[in-house]
């Protein structure tokens, strides 16, 4: 059930009562949808961050927590209705679609200037056919969590740096007789997902800015064989590979100490404390191929295009996802989008076990953002990494998801 909750400070409501620092006619209601764990309690953050926006602006904000796997469908139903909310929180592997289909309100003009305020990845995740329709409320990527314990067992004295230290890394690991493993990694979808990353740091592309598809040249199949190889030909990931289809099933393996290696984002933190209290590990940046890269996720604000309170919702996406961010994000330990939460000094204030992430924002790659995307990441990319772990030939798998892609992008 949606837990609906309207915010309004005593001095906002008493200043808009009376005529008294605002004008009731320039004060307006935002509805707001944000993704739930976000609003989990009475005291979250986002409820107080809330009231200092009324209490600047005079405005007041109903906000309204939605699961994530909930969202999208109630979005697109609602907001196709010329219903919904006026500012809504969206994964951003959700902006092309809702962008295509005339939901957003093109935000272009009002980020232009405020476009070096924040990192270039996240940015880049809101934008649809050269237009902004969204700006990052909150960031993350992939990195390398590491057995300690397993990996000096093997004799590996640091967390592999490179592609070739990961493999060896993997490798060492992996024990038939202990049924242990170099590397725990995701089935179809999931594993799809941990596998964009190599693609771009081995100079690979899907599909690239100016749209043209570029699945089968070799930079992709060489990242493809890499990884699917520690399965069919080192047998460095256990089964459970050809059938994790969740976080937790991917985690699991590391939890129980049966996989060295994990790539995974910032969510699988809280899972592994209380799944292995006493488990000994550590997180690192990805290991780099011919360049640094790792997929991005998180989650943008957006307006409607059908609010009737456009200026005041505008102002609650700019407060939301600006400068004050980095210290909203700290609060849940996220990852702020801005700029800021880059710096050095900004990195140094996080957590350990958060810093690598922020380390290797830089090199963070948006997903492809056009329309058809989450067909693509479905229907080619889940059914390819199954393909390739069963044994079919990688360059023959990596053709034809070409050519499946092509004809979806109608090229």
């Known amino acids: 059930m949606n837990i609906h909750r309207k915010l309004m400070t005593g001095a906002a409501a008493l200043a808009l009562g009376l005529g008294v620092g605002f004008s009731p006619a320039l004060a307006d209601n935002i509805v707001f949808w944000i993704n739930s764990p976000l609003a989990s309690s009475p005291d979250a953050p986002i409820y107080a961050e809330l009231k200092a926006f009324e209490a600047e602006t005079g405005h007041t904000v109903e906000l309204q927590p939605v699961a994530h796997m909930e969202m999208e469908r109630n979005l697109t139903v609602a907001m ?42 996240p940015l880049a995740s809101g934008r649809f056919e050269q237009r902004q329709y969204a700006l990052p409320l909150y960031t993350n990527n992939v990195a390398l969590f590491v057995n300690n314990k397993m990996l000096a067992d093997a004799g590996i004295d640091k967390a592999p740096t ?18 242990t ?12 997902f941990q596998l964009y990353s190599f693609i771009w740091q081995n100079g690979g592309e899907v599909i690239d800015d100016e749209g043209k598809v570029r699945v089968g040249e070799p930079e992709s199949v060489e990242a493809v064989e890499f990884l699917s190889s520690l399965y069919t030909e080192h047998k460095a990931m ?4 050809l059938t994790a289809n969740s976080w937790d099933e991917v985690n699991a393996p590391f939890i129980q100490e049966r996989a060295g290696m994990l790539v995974s984002g910032d969510w699988a933190i809280a899972a592994l404390k209380n799944g292995n209290p006493n488990l000994d590990w550590s997180v690192h940046p990805l290991p780099v191929g011919k360049q640094a890269a790792t997929v991005i996720g998180g989650y943008n604000l957006a307006v409607n295009a059908n609010t009737s309170v456009g200026d ?33 000094e900004a990195i140094a204030a996080l957590p350990e076990e958060i810093k690598p992430f922020m380390e290797q924002a830089d090199a963070g790659r948006a997903r492809p953002v056009v329309a058809e995307w989450s067909q693509i990441h479905s229907e080619v990319f889940g059914t390819v990494w199954d393909s390739v772990l069963r044994g079919q030939p990688v360059a023959d798998v990596m053709s034809k998801a070409d050519a499946q892609t092509k004809s979806i992008m109608g090229q």
């Open 80 to 121: 196709s209705g010329g219903a919904g909310p006026d500012v809504m929180a969206l994964d951003i592997a959700w902006v092309a679609g809702l962008a295509n289909a005339g939901l957003l309100m093109d935000l272009t003009e009002q980020t232009a200037p405020l476009a070096e305020g924040y990192q270039k990845g």
């Open 162 to 179: 490179n592609w070739e230290e990961f493999r060896e890394a993997a490798i060492a690991m992996t024990n038939a007789e202990k049924g």
């Open 181 to 192: 493993y170099g590397l725990t990694f995701g089935g179809s979808r999931t594993g799809a």
């Open 238 to 241: 256990p089964d459970s590979v």
């Open 312 to 344: 005041a919702s505008w102002q609650l996406v700019e407060w939301l996802t600006g400068p004050r961010s980095v210290e909203l994000m700290g609060k849940y330990n996220r990852l702020s989008a801005a700029a800021g939460a880059a710096a050095p």
